[in-house]
């Protein structure tokens, strides 16, 4: 079975700087992986989503996350921060086959707090 | 292009009340469609999905049920609320194995 773990529930940072926030998976197969965002009271936004490929996948507003298979990661990465980044970020995985349906598996997510 | 819809936005009900959340999508056919409820610093569990029209599929046991009338439509229902039914819910759809898409979120309080 296929869990996720993000070990940041918050991470607080300054305007303009950068940020990553952590995401690692555990699977016995290859899995589909995603970023989700949501704003307060709102539903989640799909950030970008790594299927195959190339391991570095650019997103909207920004972002960008890199997989790395042996480290069982991806993490998401903005190398300047605006306030309106502020959110909360889901990490999410699907195994790519196993039926039709896509069951994402989600982490319990990181509030990103965004400073002046 | 696609839209889903999810309403209520805010709900407060009264514990032992019946409850009827519903969500449309617009834009696609044979959708799969997915309940997620999300609870403050636990991430978002999965509720039921189905694949088609009368299929239902529950991932956990609970207060609640699920029910897919027409294809584009998913009701979560539950005839008795508890407390611990309070949540924020969230509908999704997606194509197969590719992303999901999210409604905008209904937030249940039972009082």
């Known amino acids: 079975a296929q869990s996720v773990t993000q070990l940041d529930s918050q991470v607080p940072v300054f305007e303009e700087a950068p940020v990553e926030l952590r995401c690692n998976y555990s699977?016995?197969?290859?899995?589909?992986l995603f970023w989700y965002v949501q704003y307060p009271n709102q539903g989640l936004q799909l950030l970008l989503k790594?299927?195959?490929?190339?391991?570095l996948v650019k997103g909207i507003n920004g972002f960008e996350a890199e997989f790395n298979k042996s480290q069982t990661s991806f993490h998401l990465r903005k190398p300047s921060v605006h306030i309106s980044d502020t959110a909360e970020y889901f990490c999410?995985?699907?195994?790519?086959?196993?039926?039709?349906?896509?069951?994402?598996?989600f982490g319990t997510g990181t509030l990103l707090a965004v400073q002046p | 292009s696609q839209t889903i819809h999810q309403w209520p936005a805010t709900l407060v009900q009264p514990v032992g009340s019946p409850l009827s959340l519903e969500c449309t999508v617009e834009g696609t056919s044979n959708p799969n469609l997915y309940w997620y409820r999300q609870a403050a610093g636990r991430g978002l569990q999965l509720l039921f999905y189905?694949?088609?029209?009368?299929?239902i599929s529950s991932e956990v046991p609970q207060n609640l049920s699920a029910s897919r009338p027409q294809d584009r439509q998913f009701i979560l229902s539950s005839k008795k609320l508890l407390l611990s039914d309070s949540g924020f819910y969230l509908c999704a759809w997606s194509v197969r194995r590719a992303e999901a898409f999210f409604g905008q979120g209904t937030r249940l309080t039972v009082v």
């Open positions: 790594y299927l195959s490929g190339s391991t």
């Open positions: 999410a995985v699907s195994p790519p086959y196993g039926g039709a349906t896509n069951k994402l598996i």
């Open positions: 189905s694949v088609g029209i009368g299929q």
């Open positions: 699977s016995s197969v290859s899995v589909y």
